[in-house]
């Protein structure tokens, strides 16, 4: 069977090997380089000649840095043009009588080339994990991201679950509908819609978030690539300010909450007269976020949400196909 | 030239190759076999002859277990289809629209049989494709309907099955390859250990070969038997054109032709005919084929657009 299923994905096997050995070369090229800038921004840093450029420096080249984040989309690929016609394309041309008249149980059929689409899946997210997450290694030191949605799900392990879930996805649409197209269609679908379910509503609360209340004046940064929910400011009654966008802001509080010694010297870098100080100190402000440390927590448990999905799917596949008429 | 050896275990002298009881099949609201109770013995050419949406490719598709029925037993080889190696190993089922990869050529097949076969005749495909003139290494789908055909009919054969399930295997063949095709599963048969069942709406070439037959029509089974039986137990009854009351209670009456001048009647033989007015004669396999499709022609037309060809 192994033999079989070697055969007929050979060429999709020999494109994506091409285009993972690409953007490897790529990645490790820019990836030096980027290494290199870093390191010298970092002795520049060191020497005492500012920092200051370090925390806005943008490592890499735009072309990559865009190659980069489009990555967000490499998981799906595999559901679209593995996953989906798996079956399908076999119902829609008939084969499957052909495969399932030799003496191969339909049961071990699908095993097989279930077993090696989610590897080749698994290897797909994976490598393109790695190298993403090696080459962004200088970037999130600088900018301190890596927690922030877009970011987070294009490092670390969970690309490797991104793409388990696509293909299990295009598996199950494509054996429930037995229609190629329709099966692409249904797991692009499918395949945004959870993940954006899970990016931009779920993922925040795998755990509490912490919140922490400081004066203005003083500030506070939580240590790391922490991931930013909520910010926002409370007056001297403790009433929550609101956040007009027509007006500037000292110390993250909108100065029409101030006095006008504030607002005069609102431009550029100042001193605040002592008056504005006074006032300052009265307001205090909040943050709400995901602490640094839980991001490999965040990461496992976003895995496991999709390890369960793609076995659901792969399931509900393989009843589908072992219970209907052939 | 043969692909077909003797098959260790089989040809038990006497034993059924298939038996079916009370077998039926829905699909939804649509019956594409109504309780159907067939038997071939082993060592037949079965022909499986019915109009189109009849249900032989669903009595086909029950045989091989790539359909499960909605009702009634099913017995093939000994045991009822299952998914078994076994069991799969001694059906060659070959299906309508001659299912291979359009995109691995016939030396692909070839390896992908060998890798998923307990027996392999791979040799046997070579040789007769060569034979054929048809290339080894050209896709599949770039071949002609024909020579497409004889590929998978090769791949078959050298599958070495115990029951053959043949599809409409001939449509898409031109005579002389037809002959050839029927000369060589007679050989098979011949040669001890394989017994085939096979669709075909060509009467004719049928004729050559088939010692049995299943004759389905409205999803139920008109007629199933030997074919020289079943010839023998029908008579064409010629006689001026009068009053058959007489005949039709003692005989049972498959069709009647009235033209101006005289009656026909196709029977199946009760007993001995006694008016002296018929002239009895031998009816041919066409003839008899064509009167039960005739007996039944109102609801099977009636049942046409819905029953369809299953897929």
Known sequence: MTWLVWRQHRVQLYLGAALLAAFAVLIVITGIQVGNQYHAAQAACAAGHGCRQLGGLFLGSHAVGFLIISTLGAPVLVGLFVGAPLVAAEAEAGTTQFAWMQSVTRKRWLTVKIGWMLLAAAIWGGVISALVTWWEGPNNAVQLDAFDPGRFDIMGIVPVAYSLFAVALGIAAGTLLRRVLPAIAVTLAGFIAVRAVVALWLRQHYMSPVTVFYNVTSGFTPPGSYWQLAQGGLGPNGQQLAQPNNTPYIDGVPAIYLPASCRQVSRGAFTPPPSCTQALSHFRAYLTYQPADRYWTFQGIETGIFLFLAAVLIAVAAVTLLRRDA | ?311
């Open chain 2, 1 to 311: 030239m043969t692909a077909m050896h003797e098959v260790p275990g089989s040809a038990l002298p006497g034993a059924t190759a298939i038996e079916t009881s009370g077998l039926s099949k829905r699909y939804g609201k649509v019956t594409a076999l109504n309780d159907c109770t067939v038997s071939v013995p082993q060592g037949r050419i079965c022909a499986l002859i019915g109009p189109n949406g009849a249900g032989k490719t669903t009595l086909l598709r029950l045989l091989a277990g790539l359909a499960r029925p909605t009702a009634g037993q099913v017995t093939v080889n000994g045991t009822t289809p299952r998914q078994d190696p076994a069991f799969l190993a001694d059906i060659g089922f070959l299906a309508q629209g001659i299912p291979l990869y359009r995109r691995l050529s016939a030396e692909d097949h070839i390896r992908a049989g060998a890798h998923l076969n307990p027996r392999w005749d791979a040799e046997s495909v070579r040789e007769r494709l060569t034979a054929l003139k048809i290339p080894l290494d050209r896709a599949v789908g770039k071949l002609s309907g024909g020579q497409r055909a004889q590929v998978a009919l090769a791949l078959i054969l050298a599958k070495q099955p115990r029951l053959l399930l043949l599809d409409e295997p001939v449509a898409a063949l031109d005579p002389l390859a037809r002959r050839n095709f029927l000369g060589l599963l007679a050989d098979g048969v011949a040669a001890g250990g394989l017994t085939v069942v096979l669709s075909s709406h060509l009467v004719a070439d049928l004729e050559r070969v088939c010692d049995h037959l299943i004759m389905l029509a409205s999803a139920r089974v008109q007629l199933c038997g030997d074919i020289e039986e079943l010839l023998a137990e029908h008579q064409l009854l010629t006689g001026p054109r009068k009053d058959t009351t007489a005949i039709e209670q003692s005989q049972r009456v498959v069709q009647v032709t009235r033209t101006p001048r005289q009656t026909t009647l196709l029977v199946r033989l009760n007993g001995p005919v006694i008016d002296p007015a018929f002239q009895a004669s031998d009816v041919s396999l066409e003839e008899l084929v064509l009167a039960y499709m005739g007996e039944d022609a109102p609801p099977a037309i009636a049942n046409l657009s819905t029953v369809g060809e299953e897929k």
